[in-house]
């Protein structure tokens, strides 16, 4: 089945401790996307890459990385630095402008 | 940053009844997007409606743009209990294959 893949699902880790949540795709999806949920709100960018080897920060990029070495993949590491990362994560994909393909998400809990 | 704001943040109807949801937006758009997210899964787009666009059907669901108010509103007619969900709207304000979430509405259609 076509679509984004996110995992695990949920996710608990340490404070201190980087970790790093999975998106693939196989619909061939340009740009991928990382968006923060927190409870009762909205989305929020953390970062986004148009073409492969190439990505660009967000609205709320501090604390986090990525990479993009292939069109299928798009990881994002949550590090120590980021001072509140239990949030839900989403990951999604486009082309142009038309609309996006969300995964189901990674429930990231750190304590 | 979050551009839309959406209102009310919580709905609650009884089954057969229509819900409205309205967002608003602050700066100009070449299109507006609405998406529906079930508790603790990802978003699923609903309908685009494009700046040049005052109305748009898709089954039950019907968008309405106001350029000039920097508004847009949902209507579900005919509610049903599998309505229940958070909607949002979302703008490309931010640029292009960059969209902005407003915070969205909780929605529960009680049988």
């Known amino acids: 089945d076509g679509g984004i893949t996110q995992s695990p699902k949920y996710l608990f880790r340490k404070e201190g401790q980087n970790v790093t949540l999975s998106c693939e795709q196989n619909l061939n999806h340009d740009a991928m996307y990382w968006y923060r949920q927190d409870p009762g709100q909205g989305l929020r960018l953390i970062y986004y890459?148009?073409?492969?080897?190439?990505?660009q920060k967000g609205d709320i990029a501090e604390g986090y990385s990525v990479s993009r070495e292939k069109k299928e993949s798009f990881p994002l590491t949550v590090t120590s630095a980021q001072k509140n990362p239990t949030a839900f994560y989403l990951c999604?994909?486009?082309?142009?402008?038309?609309?996006?393909?969300f995964g189901n998400g990674t429930r990231l809990t750190v304590t | 940053s979050q551009q839309g704001e959406e209102d009310p943040q919580a709905l609650s109807i009884q089954e057969g009844e229509n819900a409205t949801m309205n967002c608003s937006y602050k700066t100009s758009i070449n299109n507006l997007q609405w998406y529906r997210q079930n508790s603790g899964r990802g978003l699923v787009h609903l309908i685009l409606i494009r700046s040049n666009e005052r109305e748009k059907h898709s089954g039950r669901l019907r968008v309405t743009l106001d350029t000039s108010k920097k508004s847009s509103s949902l209507l579900i007619t005919a509610s049903r209990a599998a309505d229940t969900a958070s909607y949002f709207c979302?703008?490309?304000?931010?640029?292009?294959?960059?969209?902005?979430f407003g915070q969205g509405t909780r929605l529960t259609i009680n049988p």
């Open positions: 999604a994909g486009g082309t142009g402008s038309s609309p996006l393909h």
């Open positions: 890459s148009q073409i492969v080897n190439d990505f």
């Open positions: 979302a703008t490309d304000a931010g640029g292009a294959q960059k969209l902005v």
